[in-house]
């Protein structure tokens, strides 16, 4: 059974940083990638990173790059997301997801792409 937990979301004021993790449990294949994506109110999913088991390249958002670092455990087992330089704007449900390199288009960002998810972690940067 594949299981995606996050964690690490909370209250942060502005400028502030917060890093998230994404455990992972369950999935198996040879090549996958994992994504974090958020979900603002009123708004759809987006994207905003993923990292690839094949050759550890990452992918960035336009809208994040320079602030949002994807990365990993040694061994896969947790996922995670350092937000910088925090803006009210960044506030949404954080998730991660996970698929095979055979489904995922890693430049495209896409919730589509990726079958597999977690439940989220809320990030609100506020005053």
């Known amino acids: 059974q594949v299981q995606l937990v996050e964690s690490g979301g909370g209250l942060v004021q502005p400028g502030g940083s917060l890093r998230l993790s994404c455990s992972v449990s369950?999935?198996?294949?040879?090549?996958?990638?994992v994504g974090w994506f958020r979900q603002a109110p009123g708004k759809e999913r987006e994207g905003v990173a993923c990292i690839s088991n094949f050759d550890d390249s990452t992918y960035y958002a336009d809208s994040v790059k320079g602030r949002f670092t994807i990365s990993r455990d040694n061994a896969w087992n947790t996922v995670y997301l350092q937000i910088n330089r925090l803006k009210p704007e960044d506030t949404a449900i954080y998730y991660c997801?996970?698929?095979?390199?055979?489904?995922?288009?890693?430049?495209?960002?896409?919730?589509?792409?990726?079958?597999?998810w977690g439940q989220g972690t809320q990030v609100t940067v506020s005053s």
């Open positions: 369950g999935f198996r294949a040879q090549y996958y990638a």
């Open positions: 997801a996970i698929d095979t390199l055979e489904r995922v288009d890693m430049k495209r960002l896409s919730t589509s792409d990726f079958g597999f």
